[in-house]
T-cell receptor, first 114, second 113 residues
């Protein structure tokens, strides 16, 4: 089945540690995205990548980093510089060959930092 | 900045009835709208989308209506089932191509058996 796989589903870290969230897609989509979801708020864009080896900051990129070495993979690192890292993180991808295509989401990683 | 909002944070509907979830947007330049369904602990699932050059689009048991005059979007779900219980939220794309969807906060739909 084609889709987006995020792992792990739950992640726990101590404050001050960097942590990397995995996102893999087999939809052959060029564009990939990372969003953060907090209770009572809409999804907020962290980083996105429209093509391999290129990525752009979203609205809340501070304290995060990404890489896009392969089309299928777009890992997100939550660094110790992120002030409030506990959240539900969602990865998405989109077909860019046509206009107005929707985002397809993975099932998320819930990160808890204590 | 621009925002997408929802009129009601929660909605309870009897099983078998129709439900309507509303969404207001504030930017008249928005040209593409999407409805997503999110079940607990899962990622958002695409339901239906609509372009600004349309005012209605139908899918399986769902209909999206777009009223550009009052900047209003609605999702109608026919003959609701228990599996329809979820959070529904809309998203808008302002000036498509800037890769930045704006998401609403969501409405929780509960189906009463």
């Amino acid at each position: 089945d084609g889709g987006i796989t995020q792992s792990p589903k739950y992640l726990f870290r101590k404050e001050g540690q960097n942590v990397t969230l995995s996102c893999e897609q087999n939809l052959n989509h060029d564009a990939m995205y990372w969003y953060r979801q907090d209770p009572g708020q809409g999804l907020r864009l962290i980083y996105y990548s429209q093509i391999v080896n290129d990525f752009q900051k979203g609205d809340i990129a501070e304290g995060y980093s990404v890489s896009r070495e392969k089309k299928e993979s777009f890992p997100l690192t939550v660094t110790s510089a992120q002030k409030n890292p506990t959240a539900f993180y969602l990865c998405a991808s989109r077909e860019t060959g046509r206009n107005n295509s929707p985002l397809h989401f993975g099932n998320g990683t819930r990160l808890t930092v204590t | 900045g621009e925002s997408v909002g929802l009129h009601l944070p929660t909605l309870s509907v009897q099983e078998g009835d129709n439900s309507i979830i509303n969404c207001a947007y504030s930017n008249s330049a928005s040209d593409y709208f999407i409805w997503y369904k999110q079940e607990s602990g899962k990622g958002p699932q695409f339901i239906i989308d609509i372009r600004s050059n349309m005012d209605k689009r139908q899918g399986q048991r769902v209909t999206v209506l777009l009223n550009k005059t009052v900047k209003h979007l609605s999702l109608q779900i026919a003959a609701t089932q228990p599996g329809d219980s979820a959070v529904y939220f809309c998203a808008e794309n302002i000036n498509f191509g800037n890769e930045k969807l704006t998401f609403g906060t969501g409405t929780r739909l509960t189906i009463i058996p």
